[in-house]
């Protein structure tokens, strides 16, 4: 058996660590290098943004691992567990129901971090991360959908103003690219829609701190802001976002801003496979990891990019950026290459080229060995640098071919509407929102996991409290069975948690399993027959 | 009121008929002209094969209908129904529970067919169409993934063979053009695949009639089919395909060909919203439609392209060919106006320029006013005049770029990997398969809707029977509550029908719903009670 390096994750630290090892294993027969990754592709993050606009082709942002990487065996699974007793990586079944076992001799943890919405009520419900090729798709689609609705919602103001209002959470420069190329969209498409008035356009960058890009000098970060607020950009600084609802951005102010997309930015977690490996931690549960970038504790357990934490000679921490992973890739292919093989071995340290960040339309900062940039300039070094560091010749071609068409064909408008998961999901609610109104179209059944609604109805002499329900009853069952419009409102007394079926997913159970709708009729039953219980 | 036009269907006769609206309406003050479509694009069907290779960008096959349509209000969204007697069209409900209502004074009827898999077990679970944007990318990303699995299945050799066996379904232009399309892509990435024998790889054409391309002169078909078998593809005649399963295509000579993809473009239907109108119909359930393109028996209800049945003047009917449903769009945008403003009308009369289909690889075949035209000059051909009929100069330019990059760039290999449903789905056995086997990972249960299925275990004296189950009932749910292997093998004894929940939905339903839970409890204990059981 020849001997075989795992390397987990298809990031940058990942891929670099890889393409690293290739170049050190000149010949193949000696070596096998298996590289897990759950997409077939490599994103370029810095250039992820512009997916929003579509300047880009929507595939040229993101490179072919197969493409990249010669001679490394790529799996395209999810990484289910990882057994280090037994020197085993278990994959997610492709085809087959069977989990794959990859033994490793060395294994390359760099499977960076997760985006983390817990403990902000709503936000794993109603928040878009931005973090993958898949969300920046899902959020292209979700703002032409919007505005394509707020164009034919006339008779609706307060949807048109949810619809026409995008909030995004978090000024770092994830957040302020994000915010900039969205804005820069929205406003350039507006004019294509009859019934939108692009001053009904609001697009807000909320941050919690006193200034945004906390990572550069403040005399960027403040022209960086200038410009953003110049292009019509709202942003509200020292500013936290506390929870969401399919409806509104709520604020730790209390106030609450009606909003249908909410992007955010801001929470990072370990990945939990790292977080279930029992292996010396550091600060937010990264890998401490000695300057050789093994694991602390280990022989053949590597780390690099954002999951480990790496103590540069100065005593600092390595900072979560492309740059410093690429950099440990390398030394992690000299020190395991030097490990297998016998060599001296190297050790970390780098102390970073600089700092860039795009601005939209012509405009970016950027802090290069010590010298600050804004404006043009900072764009044209933007995209030059990040052009060449693009890996492949293809996707440059292909980059710089689109960017010289941007310059004079609008941008594109194509919603590729990738199927919505139409299953079972959850909805959080704020106090006073309504869940649904009499008169809406009964499309769901719920069930609440937490918190107290209150069914309303109107009639002659005003509304009147039908019922209260709470934590595991249903409601909405009756729109499900009559297929009819709601007979009741349904409005939400507390924080709310609801589990949402839609009546397509309940009608295909019901039908087939006879105990779930014999205790649906039961619970219809029963409702019919109290006139003060919640018909809903 | 200002008159209100409306346009139901995205395609090319609606399309047209929009854009033939905007220009006859010349001031768009007087009248509203309203198109529905499902997408935000008009798909140019001609190019849509060349999606699966990626050869043009994903999206400039496609073109925004707001940007083709400038005075025309779009509405995104499902037509639900509509109302003849009230002259109301009603569409699905976009971000609020409301059903929309849009009046019209003059309604076209541009709908076309619906691809139909009824009546072929197994084909509505398991065949691919391919009449959209969203088919054309799932089957790129199934192939893309078939690939990748069959590179790293190395330890099962039926699996491999049923990964990297590709079959198509119908030889008439659609077939043909997909089946040179994937045989194409395919066999030019697999060297990309270390671990697939690129002679492994299977492409099958099933045709049913005995020569392919019956809508064009049998030389040219021939032609066709002597260049598809050159490049690898199996070319099957009179063999009609009869079911099909999650892993086989099934013949109607009970041959089973292994595979894990079929695509089919066999079957269109009337759309159900054309079957459900109170309106005379012809052939297939198309609408009786005069020369004028008015409906028989209405004023202002017209039809265009493959939902419309109109008589040429010799008697023979207009092909559902996309030159027609042009030039039936203009004429019926003149009556409408005629019949708005006064005038006389015009009478649907085009005897069709000719015929075009694209075989891959610089060759194609056509019929341009009665010649005959094959390989390379017809290829070129082909790429000339769609390019030009492709609307609107931007996209032209954007593939014109693409298929010049092409020349030198290896074919794209990123999978987008959009969201397959996650829901409850169904899926489709023939005798003698099994469903699943003892040890496999337990990861769906199984609700049986029609069919039998034996339960066996593997034991010291061999195989045993534990039970027998029939329609309504379930197995597979001891691997759900035990989170384990599955210790039985279920095979299928008759033609079977299951709906499939995948754990993760079923885990949350059971957690929230008790009646649900304690049904599967008292199932797992009963069946644990009785050893000849069906434990599963």
Known sequence: MKPRIVVLGGGFGGVYTALALEKALASRDDYEIVLVSKENYFVFQPMLPEVISGTIGLTDVVSPLRRLLRRTEIHVREVESIDLQRQVVITSPGFKPHAHEIPYDHLVLA?????DFRGLPGLPEHAMPFKNLGDALALRSHLIRALAEAAIEDDDPELRRQLLTFAVAGGGFSGVEVVAELNDFVRSVAPSYHGIDPRDIRVILLHATERILPEVAPSLALFAQDILTKRGVEVRLQTRLQAATGTEAVLASGER?????????????????????????????????????????????????????IALPDGSLAPPTAQHATRQASVVAHNIVAALRGGTTRTFEFKGLGKMGALGHHSAVAEILGAKVSGFLAW????????????????RLKIATSWTLDLFLPPDLVNLSLGSSQGVTREHFEPGQDVFREGDLGDRLYIILSGDVQITRRGAEGESTLARLGAGQCFGEMALVNMTRRNATVRCLSSLDLLSLPKKEFAVLAANLPDLRRSFERLAGERAQQPTASRA
């Open 380 to 395: 044209w070094l933007w995209r030059t640098i990040y052009l060449m560091k693009m890996p492949g010749w293809g996707r």
């Open 111 to 115: 499977l960076g971090t997760v985006t």
């Open 257 to 309: 801003i009606p909003t249908r997309t909410l992007v955010s930015t801001v929470p990072s977690s370990p990945h939990p496979l790292i977080d279930a490996l029992a292996l010396p931690k550091g600060r937010n549960g990264r890998l401490l990891t000695s300057g050789r970038l093994a694991v602390d504790g280990t022989q053949n357990v590597w780390a690099v990019g954002d999951c480990a934490q």
